[in-house]
């Protein structure tokens, strides 16, 4: 995940100093110590600052010895004196958007080249957060030695065309990645 989260100022809370973000468990609890064990710092900001910046590609994989079940992120005000015990909570959506049917009929007649049009179905999920596609020839399925065909492709665009006489090379593989306005996805489609 990444992004900028984004929170709303604390009102009337004249004592505020520093907001404190956690990721957290599927529950905020009155009991303070269970909420000190469902819970991992990820990071804080001073008062007057109410965004804070998730890297692309911040996996909660990392937190998952702590947090196997992390759901939310957690934002706790705190003053000179200590943290408030009850936090703004803001549950985690992990937009997913992959396309499908990659298609890809090869018109180039020259052995160990090609060339023709790719095409690809919208994801079916998320699309909407998808600004453009990449296209690129691989040695696996994964995207191992990637090589770009062309620029990115506009949201709304399912296609592009491969130069005739692209060498093949060592290229085993065409995929598509969609890209948000944040980050390429990690795992292609193909």
Do not use: C
Not at 45 to 72: E, F, H, K, M
Not at 155 to 171: Q, V, W, Y
């Amino acid at each position: 995940m990444g992004g900028i989260l984004s929170w709303d100022l604390a009102e009337n809370e004249p004592f505020v100093t520093d907001y404190v973000v956690y990721f957290g468990e599927d529950s905020v609890s009155t009991d303070v110590a269970q909420n000190l064990a469902s819970r991992a710092y990820f990071g804080n900001t001073s008062v007057g600052i109410n965004n804070l910046s998730i890297p692309a590609d911040t996996t909660l994989v990392a937190y998952a010895p702590q947090l196997p079940r992390t759901t939310q992120i957690q934002i706790y005000t705190l003053s000179s004196l200590a943290e408030k015990t009850t936090p703004t909570v803001q549950v985690i959506v992990d937009a997913h958007a992959t396309v499908s049917g990659v298609a890809f009929p090869d018109k180039d007649l020259d052995p160990a080249e090609l060339g023709g049009d790719v095409s690809w179905l919208a994801p079916a999920a998320f699309a909407e957060r998808v600004a453009s596609y990449m296209v690129y020839l691989t040695e696996s399925v994964a995207g191992a030695s990637k090589s770009a065909i062309g620029t990115a492709v506009p949201s709304g665009i399912l296609t592009t065309s491969m130069p005739a006489e692209t060498p093949l090379k060592a290229f085993s593989h065409l995929v598509v990645y969609t890209k948000s306005p944040l980050a390429e996805q990690t795992t292609p489609a193909g």
